[in-house]
């Protein structure tokens, strides 16, 4: 009677002969591999016998060291959660995006405001320092109230005077 091979003896005839392919045995990068090793003990043999020889492993050992490990019982990142605490986070940070929404366009109703006293400072200060002579320049900067956003104009005597620098 032949009987089939068991699943171990399978495995361990085969040998991981680099950290490459005992990374790709536990399906995790080299440097991991190499951290396991060093800090928790994972079952590496070096032939030379120094920390900088190569090295190969059996996978019947890495089995039995993974199957020792500790496994952490925790709340995971994939883990699923129930479709009604999703949907009360969504509506928490709707509600949150329109509170912010609120403070952003009250900031820009005080910001214009802001804007308009200061061109009529800017002007009422022009007009009582040299009453015969145009507004200065800075005063045209600010003189348009039908502007959305913060947008500028620059008068003549500026783009002349930045030439010549």
Known sequence: MITQPTARAVTSTIILNSWKEIAQYL?????????????????????????????????HEIDDWLKSRPV????????SSSPWTTVARLKALVQESNRLSGHVENSR???????????TTVRSMANTEQPNQLAPPCVDAFSSSAHSGLEFTHSKRDTTRAASM
């Open 27 to 59: 399906n995790r990068g080299v440097r991991t591999v190499q951290r396991w090793e060093a800090e928790l003990g994972m079952p590496v043999h070096r032939p030379r016998g120094t920390i900088h020889s190569a090295v190969f492993a059996l996978p």
């Open 72 to 79: 952490r019982k925790g709340k995971s990142k994939t883990s």
């Open 109 to 119: 109703a005080q910001f214009l405001t802001a804007m308009e006293k200061l061109r």
